[in-house]
C-alpha cells in the first residue's frame, strides 16, 4: 500500500511509520513540526519507500499519485501544548481533518483517525467503552484538545456517510532549495553558503550541490539527516532579537510540491518550498506558508544579527606553504643569528640535506656542503631543515621562495593590523591580481579618494607587509607572489571577489575597518559579484545596517546597495518587515533543506529572509503528560510532581503494542470507533512510585494543587479490541518504563 501518515514525526506517527515500511508499504510522513521531532525519523531517510513532506495540513494538503491509505496524526497532544498553542491544536482537529479527508476522498483511499480518550472528558462511566458520549468542559483549558477530537470524529462520520469515505476511527488511551544561501557559525568560523553546499560537506561528498535543478535527474546529493555539533543560526526569539541559536540538524529531501522566489521592497529574496513558512508581520512574528504569501504582506528579514566573533591576529608563513602542499625545502627562512645557529648545527643540517637530496647534483655530498655554506653565510635555513632539527622560527624572520633570487621577502608572521584589515576591504573592492608563470602581483586603485588613499595603501604594504610598491598613475602596483599565496590563503582568491567567513566573524570594532576600505564614506556601493553582494549583507546585519538590494544593468550588470536608513522602515526588534513585492515559481532542486533549531523555529536564508522551522527532542521533557514527566524528573534527581492526591487514575499503553492495535484497525473492516488502550488501571501515585523504582532514583514526591479539568479517573474497555481485533496488550508497565527510562538516558 502507499500510505500518507500526517504526524508522521510525533511518537506515535513514527513508529507508525517504521511499522509499514516493515511490512512493505510505501510512506509519505507529513508534519509541521510543532511537537514532531525528525531525530524520531531520522533513520529513515534515504529509503526510497519513504518519503517526509514538511508542512501544516492545517493548509490544503497535496499528495502526488495513487494513495491507498490516509493515517491523520496530526496534533499537539501534550497539555503543556493547550495554553500554548490553543488555535492550532483547534485549527489541526478540524481544518486539518477536512484536509485529510478531502485528500482520501480524492484518492479513494481509506482514511484513519487518531480519535483519543480525551473525548470522553472527566468521564462518569468507569470504564470507559466506545458507546459513552463524555463529560466535556468544552470552554476549559483542555477544550481545545477534546473539542478538536470530537469535531474531527463528527466530520469523519460525515464524510463516510455523505461521501462513502471508508473509514476507521481509533480512540488512544495515552524546507530551502539546495542552491539557497544561509548563514551559520560551525564553531571555528561564520561562513555563508548555499545550504546543499553545507549538506555535501557533512556527508563527505565532494562537489557542490547547490547548481543541480533538473527534478528529473533523480536524488543527487546528499539526503538523510545530518547531526550538527557546535552549530548555530541566527534565529529570533519570541522579543524579535535575533542571535546565534543552537541549531542541531540538517534535514535533506525531495521537494513534494511546487517551489517559489519570494521578492522584497529591500531587494531581499529566498527560494522556498510552497509548503515552507516565512514569518509575516505580528506580535508575536507568525509564520506563514508560502503558497499563502500574497504581495503586500511583510515578512521578516533580519534588521541586525548578533553572533559569536573571532578575532585573528597574524598569519603565518609556513602555514600558508604547508596549505598549498608546498615542499618545506624550498622556503627559505632569514633571520639575524641563524648564521651562528647554522655553524653550530652545522654536521646535522649536512645530514639532514644529504638525507633530502633534492639538488639534482651528481655529487650529493658536496652539495649538501655548498648549502650548508649558503645557510652559514645567508643567515638562512630551509623552513624542512628547521623541522628536521627541531628549531623554532626566530620572531624577528623573514621568508622568500628558495630559487628565486630577485623574490620580495615577507615577514614569517604577518600581522593582522586594523590597517591591513582597512588595505584588504580596499582590495576587495578595488583590487586586481595577475599572476603568470614570469610574473605576479596585487594591483589597487584609489576609488573615490585618489592619491591619499595610495599613499596610505604603500605605506601600510611596507610596514606591514615589508614590501615594495610602485605607482602608475591612479593605481599603486605590488609585486610578489607569495602575497599572492597569503590572499588565497585568508580566502581572497581568484575569481568572484567575495569575504571570508573569519573576516564576517571578527568583532565588530575590526570588522568596521574592513568595511571603511570596502564601502568607505560612501552612501551606497555597486558589486558585481552576487557572492560579495550577499557575504556584505551579513557584514552589515552584523552592524544593524539594512541596505536595501537592486539589480542594474547600466553602466555595467551589478547589485546597488543603498546604506541610507529608510525612516518608513517597520521593525520588531531586530526584524524588519520587508514587503513582499513578487512571489513567483521557479524550478526546484533535486534535495531541498531544513535547519532544526530547538525554541526558536526560525534561520536566517537567502537575503536576509529569516524561515520558519521547529524542532524538538523526542518525548519532549516538558511534554506534560505522567509518564516522560517523572522519567525526566527521576533520572534528574528532581523532585516528582503529583498533581492533588495523586489518586486519579490512568491506563499506560506501550507504544508497540498501541502501534500493533492500530494497524490491527487500519487492515480492518470495522469503521469504528475502537478503543486502543491498556484496560489496567493505575494511579497517578502509584506511576509515580513505579519510575522511582525502575529508575533507582532517590527523588522525593512533592505534592501540587490539581490543574483545572484535569480527569479523575482513565480506563478504557478493550472488550471491542479483544473481539473485532484479536487484539490486547502485552507489555506490563515495569517493563515498558524501564525500556522507555532507557531511552531518555541515551536521548
Known sequence: MRVVVTGGAGFIGSHLCRELLARGDEVIAIDNLVSGSLRNIEELFGRKEFTFQHHDVSNFVHVPGPVDAVLHFASPASPADFSRIPIPILKVGSLGTHNTLGLAKDKGAR???????????????????????GNVNTIGPRGVYDEAKRFAEAMTMAYHRTHGVDVRIVRIFNSVLADEQVVYDDGHELRREPIGDLAARLAGVR?????????????????????????????????????????????GHPPTGPCYEVRTDYGRSVRITGDHSLF????????????????????????????????????????????????????????????????????????????????????????????????????????????????????QATVKAHGRRTAAQLPATVPLSNELLWLLGLYTAHGIRYESERDAFVT???GAGGGEVLDQVAKV?????GLPSARSGSALYVHSRLLLAVFDHLGFTAGPKGIPGWVLGLPLSRLKWFLDGLIGADAAIAV??????????????????????????????????????????RRTGDIVWATVTAIEEVGPTPLVYDFCVPGRENFYAGTGVMCHNTYGPHMRPDDGRAVSNFLVQAIGGKPLTVYGEGKQTRSFCYVEDEVRGLLALLDSDHVGPVNIGNPNEFTILDLARAVLEVTGSDSEIRFEPLPVDDPSQRRPDITLARRLLGWEPIVDLATGLARTAEWFRRA
Not at 236 to 250: K, P, Q, T, Y
Open 111 to 133: 482514511f484513519f483517525l487518531a480519535s483519543t480518550s480525551e473525548i470522553y472528558g472527566d468521564p462518569l462511566v468507569h470504564p470507559q467503552p466506545e458507546t459513552y458520549w
Open 207 to 251: 562537489g557542490p550541490y547547490a547548481g543541480l535543478r533538473s527534478p528529473d535527474a533523480g536524488l543527487r546529493g546528499p539526503a538523510g539527516l545530518h547531526d550538527l555539533a557546535g552549530y548555530s543560526v541566527p534565529a529570533f526569539d519570541r522579543h524579535g532579537s535575533i542571535a546565534g541559536a543552537e541549531a542541531v540538524a540538517l534535514v
Open 280 to 395: 509575516v508581520e505580528g506580535r508575536p512574528p507568525q509564520p506563514r506558508a508560502v503558497s499563502q504569501l500574497r504581495p503586500g504582506d511583510r515578512i521578516a528579514i533580519a534588521g541586525r544579527i548578533d553572533l559569536p566573533s573571532r578575532d585573528r591576529h597574524a598569519v603565518h608563513l609556513a602555514e600558508v606553504w604547508d596549505a598549498q602542499g608546498r615542499d618545506p625545502w624550498l622556503l627559505d627562512v632569514r633571520a639575524p643569528g641563524l648564521g651562528h645557529l647554522a655553524h653550530q648545527h652545522r654536521d646535522a643540517l649536512f645530514a639532514a640535506f644529504l638525507a633530502y637530496g633534492g639538488s639534482g647534483a651528481k655529487d650529493q655530498r658536496r652539495a649538501a656542503q655548498a648549502r650548508v655554506r649558503t645557510c652559514i653565510d645567508r643567515h638562512q635555513f630551509p623552513l624542512g631543515a628547521l623541522r628536521k632539527l627541531g628549531l623554532a622560527i626566530p620572531p
Open 444 to 446: 589597487m586603485t584609489a
Open 461 to 465: 604594504v611596507e610596514r606591514d607587509l
Open 528 to 569: 558585481t559579484s552576487d557572492a560579495l553582494k550577499d557575504d556584505l549583507l551579513v557584514a552589515l546585519a552584523r552592524l544593524g545596517v539594512v541596505p536595501a538590494v537592486r539589480r542594474t544593468v547600466l553602466p555595467y550588470p551589478s547589485w546597488q546597495l543603498s546604506l541610507v536608513d529608510r525612516r518608513d522602515g
